[in-house]
């Protein structure tokens, strides 16, 4: 365990369907991310939160939500999703705003849209 | 934005042998991360190395900032090594962000 906790590990859902992705961190951190890994593509930022709220907001669709109620939690919401959403989400907190001390990534929670 | 390129975008080693990884990036950075991705997913810290070289075991990196580049040396390569191992900057205009590169998928056949 890195210390970035991402539930559920595997989620399929329909098109219709809303569920959401946890992220909880117990590093003492101030900034977390949501990261979209897709087969063949880099990774990519798609959320920053610092001191819980978002300051980074990378052109992603609506029906991606995402929730930050706490510097420990985050959370994204996912609604009407498309088959090409389907990928690797990935959960990364870092101790400064800047990520200049690092970034730590949880294990992911691999989402398959059916 | 800043542009990370890594080679080899794949790799195939014998057991023990000794590999170079590269990542070059566009501009200046504030600092650099090396990761490796095991196949379940997982993100695993290899080193935080905005310059200089560090080493982990059979792992070390160098990182010189000046030529825009950073290179991961695995010895001795084991087939646990398996899996992809990414570059990631972050940019000194782009507070906040890590960008990452495409990735080196290494196999390390026993």
């Known amino acids: 365990e890195t210390g970035v906790t991402q539930t559920p590990r595997h989620l399929v859902m329909g098109m219709t369907n809303k569920k959401s992705l946890k992220c909880e961190q117990h590093?003492?951190?101030?900034?977390m991310y949501w990261y979209k890994q897709s087969a063949k593509k880099p990774l990519e930022l798609m959320f920053v939160y610092n001191f819980k709220e978002q300051t980074e907001n990378n052109s992603v669709p609506s029906r991606f939500s995402p929730e930050c109620p706490n510097s420990s939690h985050l959370f994204l919401h996912l609604h009407t999703l498309q088959p090409e959403d389907s990928a690797l989400y990935l959960c990364?907190?870092?101790?400064?705003?800047?990520?200049?001390?690092?970034?730590?990534f949880g294990s992911g929670t691999r989402l398959t849209v059916v | 934005g800043i542009q990370v390129e890594q080679s080899p975008p794949d790799l195939i080693l014998q057991e023990g042998a000794n590999s170079t990884l590269r990542c070059n990036f566009s501009d200046s950075v504030n600092n650099l991360q090396w990761f490796h991705q095991n196949p379940w997913g997982q993100l695993i810290n290899l080193f935080y190395?905005?310059?200089g070289t560090k080493q982990n075991g059979r792992l070390s990196a160098t990182t010189v900032a000046t030529e825009r580049y950073s290179l991961l040396y695995i010895s001795s390569s084991q087939t646990t090594d398996s899996g992809v191992y990414f570059c990631?900057?972050?940019?000194?205009?782009?507070?906040?962000?890590?960008?990452f590169g495409q990735g080196t998928t290494l196999q390390v056949k026993p």
């Open positions: 990364a907190s870092s101790q400064d705003p800047g990520g200049f001390y690092g970034y730590t």
């Open positions: 590093l003492g951190h101030n900034a």
């Open positions: 990631a900057v972050y940019g000194s205009s782009n507070t906040g962000k890590l960008i």
């Open positions: 190395i905005p310059s």
